[in-house]
Nanobody
Framework: QVQLVESGGGLVQAGGSLRLSCTAS????????MAWFRQAPGKGREFVAV????????SYPDSVKGRFTISRENAKNTVYLQMNSLEPEETAVYYC????????????????WGQGTQVTVSS
């Protein structure tokens, strides 16, 4: 079993930046893709970014491309999400996922989710 714990969320003004972290425990995830999703109040969970096992391949939806950067440190079993130029509409709970299937332009999640970290962007 894999447990995922996200951290780094908080309150930030529009245009600001945050760096999220997600650390896995229970087993190594160095062989698996890792991804970030977000869920705003009253909306479904939305794909934000994915990184392959080696860190060589990443993918983002157009909505965050150029502003968000996903990275990982396999030695720490950790994935990061650097978010710049945040917008109020990006207020959501951000979740990480691992063990799913990376696609050319997305990711199909597994059932391994963290508890999420709240990101609030004020206008």
């Amino acid at each position: 079993q894999v447990q995922l714990v996200e951290s780094g969320g908080g309150l930030v003004q529009a245009g600001g930046s945050l760096r999220l972290s997600c650390t896995a425990s229970g087993r190594s995830v160095s062989s698996y893709a890792m991804a970030w999703f977000r869920q705003a109040p009253g909306k479904g969970r939305e794909f934000v970014a994915v990184i392959n096992w080696s860190g060589q391949s990443t993918s983002y939806p157009d909505s965050v491309k150029g502003r968000f950067t996903i990275s990982r440190e396999n030695a720490k079993n950790t994935v990061y999400l650097q978010m710049n130029s945040l917008e109020p509409e990006e207020t959501a709970v951000y979740y990480c996922n691992t063990g799913g299937r990376q696609l050319s332009n997305g990711y199909v999640p597994s059932h391994y989710w963290g508890q999420g970290t709240q990101v609030t962007v004020s206008s």
